[in-house]
């Protein structure tokens, strides 16, 4: 297990930053999506709502693997990478009720789950220091 620094979770919690989560299904074919509720929901845990139940759902949920990547275009440009193990998704309790309320504010529709994702590995991908490993 590894742990995200303050400043790889506060740009995750960052509502301007562009998120991306990659998985992967049984025959090995990438699925790669846009989240942008993706949020760090503590120094070991990154979850997301899931709004239609698709691809990413059932890669998930066969191969319990996952990618994310959060990135910001200022100047300089900052990015990370989280690698992690997805522990579930959730369809009741305070996490969901967080996000079903943020989503019906942003987007005005419901969610269908709430998935959290175990952190294990943490790298930049900023351009002084793309590939670095941090934790």
Not at 47 to 59: I, R
Not at 67 to 82: D, E, H, I, L, N
Not at 88 to 102: N, V
Not at 104 to 123: A, C, F, N, P, R
Request: glycine content about 8%; overall charge neutral; hydrophobic content about 40%.
């Amino acid at each position: 297990m590894a742990e995200m620094s303050k400043e790889v979770q506060d740009l995750f919690n960052n509502p301007e930053a562009s998120k991306v989560l990659a998985t992967v299904d049984t025959a090995g074919n990438l699925n790669v999506v846009p989240k942008g509720t993706v949020s760090a929901v503590g120094a070991d845990t990154i979850a997301f709502a899931e709004l239609v139940g698709g691809k990413t759902k059932a890669n998930l949920e066969s191969v319990n693997k996952a990618a994310v990547t959060v990135f910001k275009m200022s100047m300089p440009p900052s990015g990370y990478q989280v690698k992690g193990t997805f522990q579930g998704f959730q369809t009741s309790g305070p996490l969901f009720d967080k996000f079903a309320s943020m989503v019906k504010q942003m987007l005005k529709i419901d969610i269908q789950s709430v998935g959290t994702i175990k952190v294990e590995e943490v790298y930049s991908v900023s351009p002084a220091d793309a590939g670095k490993k941090l934790s």
